[in-house]
């Protein structure tokens, strides 16, 4: 039994890609073409409000993005993720993701993927990766469909650490033990609690915590 766990974030640090690169392709690939087109101009329209949101607050951003997936039935968000992941995850792959997951396992680290996505969309990345767990938000469904709320804790910020902290304990895991992968200074809390974080593809500010800290830093291609 592993005594130790690789946390890794997804978007940014594994992928080139994010939520809403994930819930477009949703909107283009259900209902009717008149449906599909106001959802894409909806999505299109909105990105600029996304980005404001998550560059202010992860939290807000989530509880207001997922809400567009309001009234999307379970059993189709499911069928349509295969699909999403063979044209979006998987081509958006960085080159050396697989290699920095095998490096984990190779230590004898259980991998999980932590992130604020939909567990349903992330699923088939996880299997494709072969990672061993995956903590993600969780969308509450009503009569097999979405109704745009998502069950708290939202896995964002501080959740993040929370949930590593409590899988730890769950799973019988040393903390310092323990490595955390994210390109994001919103995930500072997460790198934090474990002993050995990475920063990957870091943005400004995190390089800067990073440096500070003599984390190790890595860019992928």
Not at 112 to 140: C, E, S, W, Y
Not at 188 to 198: E, H, I, S
């Amino acid at each position: 039994m592993p005594s130790k766990a690789a946390f890794f974030d997804v978007d940014g640090t594994l992928v080139k890609t994010n939520v809403v690169h994930v819930y477009a392709y949703y909107a283009m690939n259900r209902g009717s073409v008149l449906g599909i087109a106001g959802r894409t101009l909806s999505t299109a329209l909105s990105v600029p409000l996304f980005g404001a949101m998550d560059t202010l607050d992860r939290k807000t951003f989530n509880e207001f993005f997922y809400r567009y997936y309001a009234g999307l039935t379970e059993d189709r968000l499911v069928t349509i993720a295969e699909d999403m992941f063979e044209d979006v995850l998987q081509p958006a792959l960085f080159e050396q993701s697989q290699d920095l997951i095998d490096q984990a396992r190779r230590s004898g680290c259980k991998v999980v993927l932590v992130t604020g996505a939909l567990d349903f969309t992330m699923r088939p990345l996880a299997r494709h990766l072969g990672a061993d767990d995956l903590i993600a938000n969780k969308m509450q469904f009503v009569g097999g469909k979405a109704t745009g709320k998502v069950i708290p804790p939202i896995i964002e910020g501080a959740n993040k650490a929370n949930s590593i902290r409590a899988y730890c304990a769950k799973e019988g895991l040393t903390l310092d033990k323990c490595h955390g992968y994210s390109d994001s200074a919103s995930d500072y809390a997460m790198l934090a609690v474990v002993g050995r974080p990475t920063a990957v593809n870091p943005d400004l500010r995190l390089r800067s915590i990073a440096r500070a800290y003599n984390w190790p830093i890595l860019d992928l291609k």
